[in-house]
């Protein structure tokens, strides 16, 4: 599943290190080729004569090293693989990778990589909760950075919560899936994300608080599977997924005519927060105060692009999926929404501002279909995204 695969492995100091003894076993079992790099503190849980041992391959350890530079420099050994892993990753590599540092080997290849990155993070469970942490995970997602885990469990220092490192096994399978042997490979998905802007004048315009955030989650969360990704976006500063077929739109109309010549597609996710309507007529001059008062601004209705996809006779997308964000009686608007709509299943959720949901990087959505409504327990958007995936793939196989 990994044959010839060049996985750089660096392993960073945390009592999960001993873990990452029987990765590399799995690594090479599944034919991948993994060359070691251990910091100062990963040397304190492993042996580099293990590493070496279990790797078949040298292990690399310091910046400044003769040998290493005759034979492959830093600078090489950061490009020669097809993805750099770190397990486990700790608290204090995230923080270096966010801020840029390249201070010892391991720093300085992920600067100067252009592989892609993949984290398993492990950590006590404060240091993981920590708004820090939080802080620069968010940031290692929005610079591309692939993560798996941490785990909730007990851990080593005896408390319990999220920060146990994955399993070498789920590490393997966000390999496998990397590597295009994911669940959701050969469909074609269709995601669209983030707010629409609707122009009053040539310097105004109508727009909602939405930033794309969960929109860009899924759309990593369904690469990672395997799927080939058509991101439909208004508006943001959050990136859009790495590796997605990117088209950006600034009004709902924009929007829908992307969506239509995207068709057809296997699933579309409609995650953008569509403005319902339209300045009626958009002034080509921007619009002057005058003594008559404020502009009086008619509206039109927009296009709702999820109900005309959900409702197509030819090229309906197998599986449609609405969001509705809401501020009261979410599960009866939301499910009122999916049967007016017509649409597959619908992610509800509370965006009263209280809720700290829009713009905020937790989530707590209700999956409603025609089944019923389940209510999901509040957790990271990218989890979100995680297990809205893997039940995208399960309603397709
Ligand atoms: O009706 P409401 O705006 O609450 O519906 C939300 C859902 O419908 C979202 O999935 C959104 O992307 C989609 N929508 C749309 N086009 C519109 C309005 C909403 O696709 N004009």
Redesign the pocket.
């Known amino acids: 599943m990994l044959t010839d695969k060049r996985i750089l492995l660096i392993l960073t100091g945390g009592i999960a290190a001993y873990k990452a003894l029987e990765l590399i076993r799995r690594l090479t079992e599944c034919g991948a080729r993994v060359t070691p790099v251990l910091t100062r503190a990963a040397e304190q849980f492993v042996t580099p004569l293990s590493v070496a041992a279990l790797t078949g391959e040298k292990v690399y350890r310091d910046l400044f090293d003769l040998t290493n530079e005759v034979e492959m420099g830093h600078i090489q050994l950061s490009r020669s693989a097809d993805l750099i892993l770190i397990a486990p990753a700790t608290a204090n590599i995230m923080a270096k990778m966010v801020q840029g540092q390249a201070d010892d080997l391991s720093s300085t290849i992920l600067l100067a990589t252009n592989a892609p990155v993949m984290i398993a993070p492990a950590m006590n469970v404060q240091m993981w909760d920590h708004p820090a942490t939080q802080r620069n995970l968010t940031q290692l997602y929005a610079d591309g950075i692939s993560v798996v885990g941490p785990n909730e469990g007990d851990m080593a220092c005896g408390e319990f919560g999220f920060g146990r490192m994955s399993e070498p096994v789920e590490i393997i399978s966000a390999l496998a899936a990397h590597f295009g042997s994911g669940p959701l490979l050969g469909k074609k998905i269709l995601v ?1 994300s983030g707010p629409t802007y609707e122009p009053i004048d040539p310097v105004r315009y109508i727009a909602n608080r939405s930033s794309g955030a969960q929109g860009a989650a899924i759309g990593r969360a369904l690469i990672a599977m395997g799927a080939e990704v058509i991101f439909i976006t208004g508006p943001t500063s959050v990136p859009p997924p790495k590796g997605a077929c990117i088209t950006s739109v600034q009004t ?1 109309q924009e929007m ?1 005519d992307a969506v239509i010549a995207a068709l057809p597609v296997d699933v579309a996710i ?7 309507w339209r300045v009626s007529t958009v002034s080509n001059k921007k619009l002057k105060k005058s003594i008559d008062g404020p502009p009086i601004i008619e509206f039109s209705e ?6 005309c996809v959900a409702q197509m006779k030819k090229d309906r997308p197998s599986l449609v999926i ?4 809401e501020t009261n009686t979410i599960v009866a608007n939301a499910t009122a ?1 999916l049967q007016r ?1 017509k649409c597959d299943w619908i992610v509800a959720n509370d965006v009263s501002p209280e809720t700290g949901i829009m713009g905020g990087l937790m989530n707590e959505i209700t999956l409603i279909s025609k089944t019923g409504a389940e209510a999901w327990p509040r957790m990271s958007k990218e989890d979100v995204a995680k297990q809205l995936a893997e039940r995208v793939a399960k309603a397709l196989c």
């Open positions: 669209t709902a829908k409609f995650a953008a927060a569509v403005a319902d927009n296009p709702d692009i999820l109900a609405g969001f509705a964000a929404k709509k």
